[in-house]
């Protein structure tokens, strides 16, 4: 099964008043490099996110963004700081006895001072947190594998479809061989009599030539080895298991087999036909760096 490193995937959950969001984008990357942004109070859960993401995720860059809402009424706590209370009644009781000014010392006053009421949230317990995030990052990684599994299949349509066109070229490679050495011997013999005229040509030394032409730019072990990487470049599109890598590899080998093939050949059709070769391997090339 082809995967694609680009997807997007997106999970919620809520319960007891508390609720996640979970967002996931990835790119093709060589590794699998993880980005997580978290909200501070909940950072504690970051090393379990980043265990199940890479469970699923072997290759791409991905960011993953959580967001947390708690609305529970025990999310919060009020502390009043009665220590700072007292000093500051007794601070305005002096005053009053001091000026004897008016006494209104009220709760609503108090209450105003800086640092006498408090506000905290109320610690989480990890686990009852996990389990609500994990249903919300369980449900992104789906949505994103779905998308990155159906833009896979895609890209294996593609890449099929230009294996066999390359097949089709090897097949006319060599078919196009042996009339390579025909016409050579033909030129040749053409050649040496326009030099000798009507001298007796050398028939041992004239076949010797061809021999050593023939050895020179004989091809058929490089066109056995690309067919069979190409046969086992459709072969791995069938592997149930991550092949970004292996097919990388695959592309380098056949690429190196056609530029030998170009070198060797000494032939214009077959020049042409490598070019044709090596221009769907680079097509092949830059599909396969956005497969996992």
Known sequence: MV??????GRGRSQGDGKEFLVEIKTVNHRYCDLYI????QISFL?????ERVGKVISRGKADIYVSFDDFSEESKSILIDEGLVKAYIRSMELLRDKY??????????IAKFPEVIKVEKAEQD?????ELLSKALDDALKTLIDMRRAEGEGLKADLVE???????IINEISIRCPEIVK???????????????QQVVDENRMMMEIAIFADRCNIDEELVRLKSHVCQFRDTLEMDVPIGRKLDFLVQEMNR?????????NDLFVSKKVIEIKSELEKIREQTQNIE
């Open 257 to 265: 087999e056609a530029n030998t093939i170009g070198s060797k050949a």
């Open 183 to 197: 016409e050579y011997k033909y030129r040749l013999e053409n050649r040496i009599k326009e030099l000798l005229g």
């Open 162 to 168: 230009r294996t066999f066109l390359i097949e089709n």
């Open 46 to 50: 970051e090393d379990k996110i980043r």
């Open 100 to 109: 004897e000014l008016k006494d209104d010392i009220t709760v609503s006053l």
């Open 3 to 8: 995967h694609s490193m680009t997807g997007f």
């Open 126 to 130: 990890e686990e009852e947190l996990w």
């Open 37 to 40: 942004k978290i909200p501070r």
